[in-house]
Antibody
Framework: QVQLQESGPGLVKPAETLSLTCNVSGFSMTSSSYYWGWIRQPPGKGLEWIATFSYGGKTYYNPSLKSRVTIAADTARNQFFLSLRSVAAADTAIYYC????????????????????WGQGTTVIVS | DIVLTQSPATLSLSPGDRATLSCRASQSVSTYLAWYQKKPGQAPRLLIYEASERATGIPDRFSGSGSGTDFTLTISILEPEDFATYYCQQRRNWFPTFGGGTKVE
């Protein structure tokens, strides 16, 4: 059974860096058909994609956050990470990690399987 | 970026009713669209991928349709556990976006 589990500080001070870890169990991150990402939901708002990492080492970022975000992975430990710099109150949210399935050819998506496995989410408050 | 507009924002129904949720994209996303169910305190749950394919373990009362810019999620007979917020999400490119959600109450 594939499981994802987020961990990180629940409280971060403004202007500091938020660091989150997602532990993946029951599945190897080295599969070429899956991607690993972070999504957040601010209080009372909808879902916002933050970043995605592929086993091939490619990274993709939400343009609105790109200057402050880094996604990385340690596939040997089956973990991936999110770093969000210079946080502000607007970054207060529930942060989710998720597995995403897609068939991509030459960096073009040909078939999309959706974000099929999610972590339970971790609440981050910037204050 | 591709904007997804969901309507209505809120759908007030009763158990046993049929629910029809709409998602419209600002440009074609082909069939690279997924639907999720979200309940408070829980992670999103994938219902539909590739616009019309049910995810593993999803009851057949959930169905998706559409392509290009117009998509529909239908719940044929609402069960008590189906009252939640539903989001569509597109993956036309490497910048996925979500709709604003439809709350089924």
């Amino acid at each position: 059974q594939v499981q994802l589990q987020e961990s990180g500080p629940g409280l971060v001070k403004p202007a500091e860096t938020l660091s989150l870890t997602c532990n993946v169990s029951g599945f190897s991150m080295t599969s070429s058909s899956y991607y690993w990402g972070w999504i957040r939901q601010p209080p009372g708002k909808g879902l916002e994609w933050i970043a995605t990492f592929s086993y091939g080492g490619k990274t993709y970022y939400n343009p609105s956050l790109k200057s402050r975000v880094t996604i990385a992975a340690d596939t040997a430990r089956n973990q991936f990470f999110l770093s969000l710099r210079s946080v502000a109150a607007a970054d207060t949210a529930i942060y989710y990690c998720a597995r995403e399935g897609a068939l991509a050819v030459a960096d073009s998506i040909e078939y999309y399987y959706g974000m099929d496995v999610w972590g339970q989410g971790t609440t981050v408050i910037v204050s | 970026d591709i904007v997804l507009t969901q309507s209505p924002a809120t759908l007030s129904l009763s158990p046993g009713d049929r629910a029809t949720l709409s998602c419209r994209a600002s440009q074609s996303v082909s069939t690279y669209l997924a639907w999720y169910q979200k309940k408070p305190g829980q992670a999103p749950r994938l219902l539909i991928y590739e616009a019309s394919e049910r995810a593993t373990g999803i009851p057949d009362r959930f169905s998706g349709s559409g392509s290009g810019t117009d998509f529909t999620l239908t719940i044929s007979i609402l069960e008590p556990e189906d009252f939640a917020t539903y989001y569509c999400q597109q993956r036309r490119n490497w910048f996925p976006t979500f709709g604003g959600g439809t709350k089924v109450e």
